[in-house]
């Protein structure tokens, strides 16, 4: 997300406002200030609030629904109030501009009375940046309140054809064509959209203990696809003993089967060597140990030593295994190391917008192609990491096709090179596949929309 320029004030503490400020409303904003201020993610730091604050179950749930919702909708929200401010949005104090969007996706999604959504959040105002921005703030959402709904402001705006389907699911222009380049069904692309708006459920992976003992202590559902997979309607996964003590962890179901493609891989000769190149934070790492034949060595690396420390921390009561800070690009091992190579490499975490809905307009169309091009550095190393016969799983958390089959389509033009169509080894999934690769989407599978290939080196 591009911050608009604009002054903050000087911050209070949350705990210096006034206690009788709606709580609920101003933890969703203190996420959106947070969010655009810093750069921070709504995913990881609401979660922290609602402990600290004690929020009540549903004043805990008023708040979720505010601040994702307000978040992945920013691009509508912004669009309706261009036309309600007299300067440039990028004009406004950053706090002010939050506010307005917080407030206007009461009236136009939540249908919040007016009075209550345009009273909170002028109070809100007056006590964060001050009573000069509060009615300016009073003045344009009763102009919003006035309009209607998302669907009469959908009328009002005009927008018609690819331009309306962004408004009305709440994605930048870019992305309903990146998903429209992606999808093969025309009639999917409305579905894929609007599946990226909903909440997802929490996944888990039972990693060093039985899934049907994790069952039994979530109260969860076995997932669909994975062996490993459980998932649950709710609650806070950190309660359960298995998560704290790392026999399971959090992991979406499209990751485990990203990681369990390399060992479902057939392959000649030897099997003793992996590699995990960019494995931080050590999710697959994890699963790969926990599921690798006896006598396979491990190796997960990650450029970033704080992630690999994190890799480490998963990984930390695994045997023959190591870890390593190292790039990808240029790394340490030698040429024809390993018999299996998975690359979750670097991407725009476009197929992951469910969990990170601000990361929609933090992303732009501009960041694809100097990704792009690291994903194609990183997956010819890989090719040379792994020894003639050897397997390179390539994945990514993204559909985006410059990402995924592009990328793949460079590689395979070696002569070196043959690529392995993935569908045959998930006969479980269905429509899994996109060509000879594989993809999962989230209103197919309610995965993640992850993309797997796979390549075999063969000389």
Same mark, same amino acid.
């Given at each position: ?191 894929? =959209?609007? $599946?990226? !708006?909903? +909440? /997802? ?5 039972? #990693?060093?203990?039985? %899934? @049907? *003992? ?83 060595? =491990?190796? $997960?690396? !990650?450029? +970033? /030593? ?5 890799? #480490?921390?998963?990984? %930390? @009561? *695994?045997q023959d295994v ?6 990808g690009t240029q ?77 793949? +389509? ?14 045959p080894l998930f ?33």
């Amino acid at each position: 997300m591009t911050r608009p320029p604009g002054r903050r004030g000087p911050r209070r503490h949350p705990a210096t406002r006034r206690p009788q400020l709606d709580g609920a409303r101003l933890t969703a904003y203190d996420v959106l200030d947070a969010v655009s201020s810093r750069e921070a993610f709504a995913n990881l730091l609401l979660p922290q609030l609602l402990r600290e604050r004690k929020l009540d179950e549903r004043d805990a749930a008023f708040t979720t629904q505010l601040a994702y919702g307000a978040l992945r909708a920013q691009g509508t929200l912004d669009a309706i109030l261009t036309g309600l401010v007299s300067r440039p949005l990028a004009e406004l104090d950053p706090r002010v501009l939050d506010l307005l969007r917080l407030g206007t996706y009461q009236l136009i999604d939540l249908r919040v009375p007016a009075h209550a959504a345009v009273d909170t959040t002028v109070d809100l105002t007056r006590a964060i940046v001050g009573p000069g921005p509060a009615g300016l703030v009073n003045a344009v959402l009763r102009k919003v309140a006035t309009g209607g709904d998302r669907a009469a402001w959908l009328e009002t705006l005009a927008a018609e054809g690819d331009r309306r389907l962004a408004l009305a699911t709440d994605h930048p222009d870019w992305i309903v064509q990146a998903w429209r380049n992606a999808l093969d069904d025309e009639g999917e692309l409305e579905p894929a =959209l609007l $599946a990226d !708006d909903l +909440a /997802p459920e929490v996944h888990l992976v039972a #990693r060093r203990m039985g %899934r @049907d *003992e994790l069952l039994t202590e979530s109260g969860g559902e076995p997932g669909p696809w994975s062996p490993y997979a459980v998932r649950l309607g709710g609650g806070d996964p950190g309660r359960l003993a298995s998560v704290r003590t790392g026999k399971a962890a959090v992991q979406d179901e499209g990751s485990q089967l990203a990681a369990l493609l390399l060992t479902r891989a057939p392959l000649d000769g030897p099997d003793t060597a992996w590699l995990d190149m960019c494995a931080g934070p050590g999710g697959k790492s994890g699963l790969l140990a926990a599921t690798r034949p006896e006598g396979v060595r =491990l190796t $997960a690396a !990650d450029r +970033a /030593p704080h992630r690999a420390d994190l890799v #480490r921390q998963a990984l %930390r @009561d *695994e045997q023959d295994v190591e870890v390593l800070a190292a790039d990808g690009t240029q790394p340490p091992w030698e040429p024809g190391s390993f018999d299996r190579v998975l690359l979750d490499a670097p991407c725009t975490g476009l197929g992951a917008l469910r969990r990170r809905p601000e990361v929609r307009w933090r992303r732009t169309a501009e960041d694809v192609e100097p990704l792009a091009q690291l994903q194609t550095a990183l997956l010819d190393s890989a090719l040379r990491s792994v020894r003639v016969g050897g397997v390179v799983a390539y994945v990514t958390c993204s559909p985006h096709t410059a990402e995924t089959t592009d990328v793949v +389509a460079a590689a395979a033009g070696r002569d070196d090179v043959e690529v392995l169509p993935v569908a045959p080894l998930f006969p479980e999934v269905p429509d899994i596949a996109r060509g000879d690769h594989g993809q999962l989407w989230p209103h197919r599978h309610g995965t993640d929309a992850m993309f797997m290939a796979l390549l075999r080196r063969t000389r």
